[in-house]
């Protein structure tokens, strides 16, 4: 079946890349970011610019922003240091959406055992800047053809990104955490350093077991249908001490 694309749809090529089978076949898109150039791969899952932890771009814009957080987040190779900052404009294809943030780890995970360091540099360094996310790209419709190797992203005139997991108003007040559903267990993505979850003695990768008495599908579901600023939230979470039961109410960092 054919598709007919509108004439200012932007097309983009889905390249192989060279940073992991979760990279792989992922679309790459170019922008403008404060009236300077970048390349990011798509990321469908993800709310914000992230850049590479060698990206000049990354380093020029993180420094621009008055405010910026600091984080550290789980991953399966290990914890990483982020910086969270805004930008003042996206632009793609000519059209404007306004500021956004982004981030920019600064303390990558050591390589895996039997990875020389150069080997894991060299992988780590595809042509791109890093990854863009559906808080970016939610004001366009996405066709992908995987076996054309081809995706567009066609306007639309309402921003379609739901607030999942990040609501608004973060950088005013927030309780520091960020839960993500790994293997089917939930646990402890990202902790904001100086935040009331960190002062509650949570860790990256510790073990969620509640959240408000129920699921973190539950209270992701809430977020998406509210995109409230954060309210108390009563967690409970495991770690190698025990279980431990807090309420997270929302400060300014």
């Given at each position: 079946m054919n598709i007919i694309h509108a004439p200012d749809a932007i097309e983009l090529s889905l390249d192989q890349s060279a940073v992991g089978a979760e990279m792989d076949r992922m679309p790459s898109i170019k922008l403008l970011l404060d009236g300077q150039p970048g390349k990011f791969r798509v990321n469908f899952g993800n709310g914000a610019v992230n850049f590479l932890e060698n990206?000049?771009?990354?380093r020029e814009l993180l420094g621009k922003s008055l405010h910026q957080i600091s984080s550290l987040t789980w991953t399966p190779d290990g914890i990483v240091a982020e910086k969270t900052g805004a930008v003042g404009q996206i632009e793609i294809g000519g059209y404007p959406l306004?500021?956004?943030?982004?981030?920019?780890?600064i303390d990558p995970p050591s390589p895996p055992s039997g990875v020389s360091r150069l080997s894991r540099f060299v992988l780590a360094e595809p042509p791109?800047?890093?990854?863009?996310?559906?808080?970016?790209?939610?004001?366009?419709?996405?066709?992908?053809a995987n076996l054309a190797g081809k995706a567009w992203l066609e306007r639309r005139d309402s921003n379609s990104f739901a607030c999942h997991g990040v609501p608004r108003g973060s950088f005013n007040g927030t309780t520091g955490f960020t839960p993500w559903l790994y293997k089917e267990q939930a646990i402890v993505r990202t902790l904001v350093r100086g935040s009331p979850a960190e002062a509650a003695g949570m860790q990256p990768g510790d073990e969620i077991v509640s959240i408000n008495d129920s699921t973190i599908l539950t209270y992701y579901d809430h977020l998406d249908a509210t995109c409230d600023v954060p309210a108390p939230v009563k967690v409970v979470f495991r770690n190698a001490l025990g279980e431990h039961t807090t309420v997270l109410t929302p400060a300014e960092l």
């Open positions: 990206s000049p771009l990354g306004g500021p956004n943030s982004i981030a920019r780890s791109i800047d890093g990854i863009i996310g559906l808080r970016v790209i939610g004001r366009f419709d996405i066709t992908i």
